[in-house]
């Protein structure tokens, strides 16, 4: 008992998975709102999502702020003397900042009601978010003493996740409109049906022995298990998907269960993600 | 015909006219007295809690012939650190005469991605509160005592080594004794799969012992809540 156990500390901590998950929903929905230009269901839904986005991304930065130990040097991430552009961090602080102006801007033409500067905006932002889980992903993949985290498969993952709570997101904002919430549904339904296949990839190759595997236990047992496969992968993606194939998912009312279950499962994810493989790690 | 492999650029060992400085652990030669952890504590005013050196430890054998087998740690200085470069403000750079890791606290901002990266465990958060030291809240580690080394003393634990298992020095000298012991003994490195090529060599460390044990997966029920007690007493 206690041979070559050390009181090492997690590096990240629970508020990064909770910032993760915030910054998920507001380019989700960013990604709606950009949508609403090409897709005529959607824009009931365009100014709605775009504030919410916004709130969100405000919310997720704070967060990240009160997260370092040093809150009021967050700004020395902006300053070029001091940039590190090796580091995934860095482009990630530059691309919370730009998506942030952007989104600042196209809120203003959209109360403004100039249509076509406000649609080239939302094109730029929709690119802008789409680097926000991939940078997040980027964050957790390059840290190569990480066999669950160390796997080309979390960028995508982090984006599917984003659309897949974005979308479950904005059916709370669609407000009974019957065609959206069934557009949403299909939305839901491809990506929590893409999660479902990235995370049987990442337990098929990261379970399948050495090293990888012992780590893999972590996020498959106890609370990090609870979290991972009861929450995250059964409550959150798979039955979510069977409710939505039923009879009665098939219809606008019943999609805010699968809704409200793909939103929690999401928590689960990131948490047990996030956490899970560095906890055998501080043991080392 | 002439072939040039391409090296990291980034290398510092058996680079011509540069320093590369390393640490060889004898681990047979460590009785496990602790005082390299102790004098390192005092060179530093390292708070309760946190480590830059520490010594774990792990009984083996079968009784009656039992023993406690050490492995003295550190901060590896590795010539490809990941910290090095996952640093999203630079605070974390190599010195490039003498391979020292080190860092700006004055500029680190607390992201942890640098604790996140090491596969060694090597660096951890300062607490909020300190006796003397005003340097709080920023992440800290092993210097290989960057401020001895340039007056010819070598580190802190090193000096006070009473079994002289921790031995200092330049690995691009060839008749410095850290050279000679690389050369003449068979020496392992801390998960050498990380690509990392660290500059902590141990003489007689066994990888079995020294990667996760099944230790590892059994919560330690003892010292468990002495941590969490700890974390949450100090807000570490």
Redesign the interface.
């Known amino acids: 008992m206690g041979d070559y156990v050390w009181f090492h500390d997690v590096s990240w901590h629970a508020s990064y998975a909770i910032y993760f998950f915030i910054i998920g929903i507001s380019v989700g929905l960013f990604f709606f709102s950009f949508l609403s230009w090409h897709k005529a269901v959607f824009e009931p839904l365009r100014e709605k999502a775009a504030y919410a986005s916004f709130i969100l991304l405000a919310l997720g930065g704070l967060l990240l702020i009160a997260d370092l130990s040093q809150p009021f040097r967050f700004l020395y991430v902006l300053n070029p003397a001091y940039l590190n552009f090796r580091s995934p961090l860095a482009w990630g602080a530059l691309n919370i900042v730009s998506f942030s102006a952007v989104s600042i801007a196209y809120l203003y033409m959209i109360r403004k009601g100039d249509a076509d500067n406000a649609k080239k905006l939302a094109a730029v932002g929709a690119l802008l978010a789409l680097g926000l889980p991939v940078y997040t992903g980027f964050d957790m993949t390059v840290h190569q003493s990480r066999p669950v985290w160390n796997t080309p498969l979390m960028p995508p993952l982090f984006v599917a996740m984003a659309v897949v709570s974005g979308a479950a997101a904005a059916s709370f904002l669609a407000a009974r409109d019957e065609a959206m919430l069934m557009m949403l549904r299909r939305y839901m339904l491809w990506s929590a049906g893409a999660v479902g296949v990235m995370l049987v990839s990442l337990l098929g190759t990261t379970a399948y022995g050495g090293s990888a595997q012992e780590l893999a236990y972590e996020i498959l047992t106890g609370t990090m298990g609870k979290l991972f496969v009861g929450l995250g992968m059964v409550a959150g993606t798979a039955l979510p998907i069977g409710l939505m194939l039923a009879p009665a998912g098939r219809k606008g009312s019943g999609l805010m269960i699968p809704a409200l279950l793909i939103l929690l499962g999401g928590i689960g994810l990131r948490i047990s993600l996030l956490m899970g493989p560095q906890i055998v790690q501080t043991l080392y | 015909m002439s072939e040039e492999r391409l090296v990291s650029p980034i290398e510092t060992r058996g680079v011509a006219g540069k320093k590369r400085y390393a640490m060889v652990v004898d681990t047979r030669r460590c009785i496990g007295c602790m005082a390299c952890q102790v004098a390192c504590k005092a060179e530093y005013d390292t708070p309760l809690?946190?480590?830059r050196t520490?010594v774990?430890?792990?009984?083996v054998g079968k009784y009656p012939t039992v023993k406690k087998q050490f492995?003295p740690?550190l901060c590896n200085h590795c010539d490809d650190a990941?910290c090095v470069?996952?640093?999203?403000?630079?605070v974390t750079y190599k010195v490039e005469d003498g391979g020292f890791i080190l860092q700006r606290y004055e500029?680190?901002?607390?992201?942890?991605?640098c604790?996140?990266?090491?596969?060694?465990?090597a660096r951890?958060?300062l607490p909020a509160h300190r006796t003397y030291t005003p340097i709080t809240?920023?992440?800290d580690k092993c210097t290989f005592c960057f401020h001895r080394v340039p007056q010819n003393l070598v580190p802190a634990c090193v000096q006070t080594c009473i079994g002289r298992s921790r031995v200092f020095g330049d690995l691009n000298a060839p008749t410095s004794e850290v050279s000679y012991l690389v050369a003449r003994n068979a020496t392992q490195v801390l998960?050498p799969e990380?690509?990392t090529k660290p500059q902590v060599y141990y003489i007689g460390a066994d990888r079995n012992?020294?990667?996760?044990?099944r230790?590892?997966?059994r919560r330690?029920d003892?010292?468990e809540p002495?941590?969490s007690a700890?974390?949450n007493f100090f807000k570490?």
């Open positions: 809690g946190v480590n520490w774990p430890y792990k009984v492995l740690r990941p470069r996952n640093c999203p403000v630079d500029r680190c901002i607390g992201c942890r991605t604790m996140a990266s090491c596969p060694y465990n951890f958060m809240n920023v992440v998960r990380e690509g012992q020294t990667e996760f044990g230790d590892a997966y330690p003892v010292m002495d941590r700890f974390n570490v």
